[in-house]
T-cell receptor, first 117, second 116 residues
């Protein structure tokens, strides 16, 4: 069965420092997509960044970058220059094709990030 | 404004009662999803649908039912067969994926269900 693993239940980072949140995945599909979402205490889900399995370059979106190592099946999120507003839960997710024109998205257990002033 | 609405935001029910959570989207997305989130946990997939009148069970479908009579709507019913229904329920939708695109999910604000 496909699975997402996030081994860091909680992380702390000093304001203005960079932090890496780990994500490993397991799939037998050749074509898949990887996402990172942020969930503040309000509960809303905010899309951060996407990496396709065939993308050769690591994705970047502002202060977010995705360190994609396909052979290791890892897709770590790097947040540069952490801000107090980055304190939240972070979820790694994977889109996999179930059948033609039908896909599903599964999520990892999440990492709680706390930014310290 | 395009988006996803879920209602109600908070819902209380007595044990043994069925309850239906609403999810509506005006993004013209084909795919819709229901997730359950327990405190401090990740999102677990309950049901998902790619087209009208068709849906698939996710990882924790037991005790839940859905319908997809319209593209815009994907209501979730929590039945009395669900042993521990108290949780935060999130609905999401997304557009079609094609090579070269990325297709993030758009989420509603969620419904917090509490069984008394």
């Amino acid at each position: 069965a496909q699975k997402i693993t996030q081994t860091q239940p909680g992380m702390f980072v000093q304001e203005k420092e960079a932090v890496t949140l780990d994500c490993t995945y397991d799939t037998s599909d050749q074509s898949y997509g990887l996402f990172w979402y942020k969930q503040p205490s309000s509960g809303e889900m905010i899309f951060l960044i996407y990496q396709g399995s065939y993308d050769e370059q690591n994705a970047t979106e502002g202060r977010y970058s995705l360190n994609f190592q396909k052979a290791r099946k890892s897709a770590n999120l790097v947040i540069s220059a952490s801000q107090l507003g980055d304190s939240a839960m972070y979820f790694c997710a994977m889109r996999e094709v179930v059948r033609t024109s039908y896909d599903k998205v599964i999520f990892g257990p999440g990492t709680s990030l706390s930014v310290i002033p | 404004d395009g988006g996803i609405t879920q209602s109600p935001k908070y819902l209380f029910r007595k044990e043994g009662q069925n309850v239906t959570l609403s999810c509506e989207q005006n993004l013209n997305h084909d795919a819709m999803y229901w997730y359950r989130q327990d405190p401090g946990q990740g999102l677990r997939l309950i049901y998902y649908s790619q087209i009208v009148n068709d849906f698939q069970k996710g990882d924790i479908a037991e005790g839940y039912s859905v319908s997809r009579e319209k593209k815009e709507s994907f209501p979730l019913t929590v039945t009395s067969a669900q042993k521990n229904p108290t949780a935060f329920y999130l609905c999401a939708s997304k557009g079609a994926w094609y090579e070269g695109s990325y297709d993030e999910q758009f989420f509603g604000p969620g419904t917090r269900l509490t069984v008394l």
